[in-house]
């Protein structure tokens, strides 16, 4: 039987994940990514796998939701996590990476797969009676104006957006290494995070000039895509409100991902239980926990640069300077990069998905990563992994079978195809999305972190259960 080939459209994470996988299986694939034809305007190169925001994959303490899809993801043989893991830079017990070695080694394997075709091509049309190809249509937060148009003839249903965020960059050699230390919090891990102390009087005056200071007008790019006509695209709306007329007047930021002026704006205290909390960060100088505190964290192997954990931000550039230059140890700080806010677009996936990223009314067409309605960099790379299984189980002419609802990814991808559709938000992975443990053993084991032991442990069971059961493509696969 000859294999159908696979489309994969977009080449941030969730594609080339994709891509790869389906490769591996013995099926062949195009890849398409718009970029550098057409970019965006939150993207600055033309790589693949580009990390647009932080370089940070989240938590490698054991035990935790991100540990644990991380960990599903290794037993499956995500390319993607392999390459993370080999361009890792110090982080206490997070997974961060080189983001520039990163994407060299994620095109490095692409071109190495003889079974991948790159089209360096913007996709505006998608050809649903295309009965001979399985498309997997992956372009991310920014998907273009041209194919979200596509999408909504396509689907013909009410498409959702939230703003994004990227940190700012400062340069390690102006960093005050007088006024600063090293520590992981609770001393988990090693103590790669860089730490600025507060006292109360300088958080005040941090927070009054935060909150003052002015901030950037949203961007036409950053407004709700349009048709060519420059009619408004009925079905885009602000994710917790209704349409607007081009620009809403208050953006309806993702509660996840706030700029942290208006997570300041919340509250005196907001930050300090927040991204600035100072709890298990002992500073070495005086035996004590600061009254707040700012973390960088490495941004390259090089250790020549870090980022601001948590900092991202709507402010003007010039005001940035003049804020962030209060934070003890960065006075004379030279920034690399300057915190943005960004549109991120992605489906109604409740309405929409199967829970194996099919589309509903258009079996051969597949959604993943966050366009898909996951959030997050392991997420998006998790379900890249996903849909190229199960895209090439369809290759095959098999039915693909999805991941277990007890496994991380299983939860995952349950999640976003059955919320609640009216109220439905991107998700990252945590133990809530996981199936819960049985009343009686939760009444007899009271400490947390059992409980999440024993859910890991059924997670990873039913998880490699599921791989010795489904391999897609098993005909000239590598």
Known sequence: MELKRIRVIG????????????????????????????????????????????NSLKSESENT??????QEMRLAGSILLAEADASAVPAGHALAVDRVEFSRRVAARIAAEPR?????????HLDESDTETITILATGPLTSPALATELQRLTDSTHLAFYDSISPIVDATTIDMEKVYFAARWDKGTADYINCPFTKEEYEAFLEALTAAETVPAKEWEQIPTESDGKELSSFRVAGGPASPRQPETPAYFEGCLPIEETARRGPDTLRFGPMKPAGLTNPKTGKWPYAVVQLRQENLRADSYNLVGFQNHLKFGEQQRVLRLIPGL??????????????????????????LQLKQHPNILIAGQLSGVEGYTESIASGML??????ALAQGERPTPAPRASANGSLTHYITHAESKRFQPANITFDLLLPLEEELRKKIRDKKERHRIQCDRALEAWKTW????????????
């Open 331 to 356: 006075e004379n700080a030279t920034f690399l990069r300057y915190g943005q806010i960004h549109r991120n677009t992605y489906i109604n996936a409740p309405t929409l998905l199967t829970d194996t």
């Open 467 to 478: 791989l010795d059961q489904t391999v897609p493509c098993a005909a000239g696969a590598s």
């Open 11 to 54: 080449g941030g994470l969730a594609g080339p994940e994709a891509a790869l996988q389906a490769a591996r299986f013995g099926c062949p694939v195009d890849l398409f990514e718009m970029r550098p034809t057409r970019s965006t305007e939150a993207h600055q190169t033309a790589d693949f796998a580009e990390l647009v925001c932080s």
């Open 65 to 70: 939701a991100p540990w644990l899809l991380k």
């Open 116 to 124: 991948i075709t790159v089209h360096r091509e913007e996709i505006t």
């Open 387 to 392: 849909a190229g299984r199960y895209a090439a």
